[in-house]
């Protein structure tokens, strides 16, 4: 809201206004009665200005009576633009310029008339005084205007700023928690693999070791070996990201490390089929960073809970459109369905897959006769199988991932 107290600006233009009545007053010298009245019209004019911030429309019009009685009271002559300039610059800079350009056009009306009536030259009435009061008139109300205008831009700018400024704030929460989600999935993904791999091989070496099979613990430690040093260069480069440190940065895995990430379950005693069709090579790298990590979480979850003994991961690529489906032979989802609980890996997968705008569709593979259930969201995840009569036989992961307009 604006102020509405008087300023010292309305002060001056109070004091001026009286001070012009005085020196009309001073230089006709009327009688003493009418030095009186004259300096109290000046008074309530210089009140009337003081009081047009508040009350802008009733000050104006309260200036108009007063220069009205003012003359009908034949008081020393001051013209009519002059006592109701600083009234006509007040009412126009708090926005009433209609209002403020009818009384100032209906005092020079009153003027002229009145003039003419009482004999006064045409030519100086209607000629020069006229003229030199209507722009006198116009100027202030037009100041007026182009004060508030000014004003209301000033503000506007403010307040385009302050909504530029919360915006860049908001812009930059949602990156930071961007970044914070892909750390967790980064880091979720790599940790997670990795120490279900050292797990099942720490198993294989510990029944190596007690049927006195060097060769085969060898082997598995090797393969803990080896996928704990992949998971320590990708923790690492997660981290130079996060503290900014110079130098290259290993290359996010793509479709050329699947055969490895295979080779590696493989020799956790796990058989994995994988069949690639249609041209991969020139996929974006975004798409194959994506399918790599959608890949090593389904295998991580097979590792960790399905008790499966053979994985069919399928990846099939055409012009406009990717499939990924990964099959096991395991125990199935729990009830429920796998996403009825809190885990982060498929809450990963559906995330990574939505921001490539693909879908997700998750559920136990039923055998026999066909089970009912699940719903589907794009960028999200679907669970199938949940009131079939037949037993279950394994877990199903499958991925639709859009090629058009994802940058290479």
Do not use: C
């Not at 295998?299 to 012009?319: C, E, I, K, Q, S």
Request: glycine share 12%.
């Amino acid at each position: 809201m604006p102020d509405t107290s008087p300023t010292r600006a309305d002060a001056l233009l109070a004091a001026a206004t009286l001070g012009l009545v005085a020196v009309a007053v001073a230089a006709d010298r009327p009688a003493p009665g009418g030095s009186a009245l004259a300096v109290v019209a000046g008074a309530v004019l210089g009140g009337l200005v003081l009081g047009a911030r508040r009350w802008p429309l009733p000050a104006l019009l309260a200036t108009a009576v007063v220069i009205l009685g003012y003359y009908a009271l034949d008081l020393p002559p001051v013209g009519v633009a002059a006592p109701a300039a600083a009234v006509l610059y007040r009412v126009s800079e708090r926005g009433r310029v209609v209002p403020a350009a009818v009384v100032a056009g209906s005092l020079l009306a009153v003027s002229v008339v009145a003039r003419l009536a009482e004999g006064d030259d045409i030519a100086v009435v209607v000629g020069t005084e006229l003229g030199s009061e209507a722009a006198l008139l116009l100027a202030v109300i037009a100041l007026g205007d182009a004060v508030r205008n000014r004003r209301s831009l000033r503000a506007a700018l403010v307040r385009q700023a302050i909504a530029a400024d919360e915006e860049r704030h908001r812009e930059a929460a949602r990156q930071v928690e961007a970044e914070r989600l892909r750390i967790v999935r980064e880091v979720h993904d790599t940790l997670g693999h990795t120490m279900s791999v050292i797990t099942l091989q720490s198993a294989v070496a510990r029944e190596a070791l007690a049927d006195s099979d060097p060769v085969q613990a060898e082997n598995a430690l090797a393969a803990i070996r080896s996928v704990s040093g992949s998971a320590m260069a990708e923790l690492r480069a997660t981290l130079g990201t996060l503290r900014r440190e110079p130098g290259p940065r290993e290359p996010a895995p793509g479709f050329d490390q699947l055969p490895a990430l295979v080779d590696g379950v493989r020799r956790s005693g796990l058989a994995v089929d994988l069949r690639v069709e249609g041209p991969v090579d020139t996929l974006p790298a975004v798409v194959g960073s994506t399918v790599y990590r959608v890949v090593q979480e389904a295998l991580t979850n097979v590792l960790r809970h399905a008790g499966a003994t053979r994985v069919t991961m399928t990846v099939r690529a055409t012009p406009g459109r990717l499939a990924l489906e990964v099959v096991d032979d395991g125990r199935g989802g729990p009830p429920g369905g796998p996403t009825s609980g809190k885990g982060q890996g498929l809450r990963g997968m559906a995330e990574r897959v939505a921001l490539l705008g693909g879908t997700v569709e998750t559920g136990t593979v039923q055998t026999g006769t066909a089970a009912t259930g699940g719903t589907t969201a794009t960028g999200g995840t679907r669970t199938t199988g949940g009131t079939g009569t037949s037993g279950s036989g394994g877990f199903r992961v499958s991925v639709h991932l859009p090629l058009a307009g994802v940058a290479a």
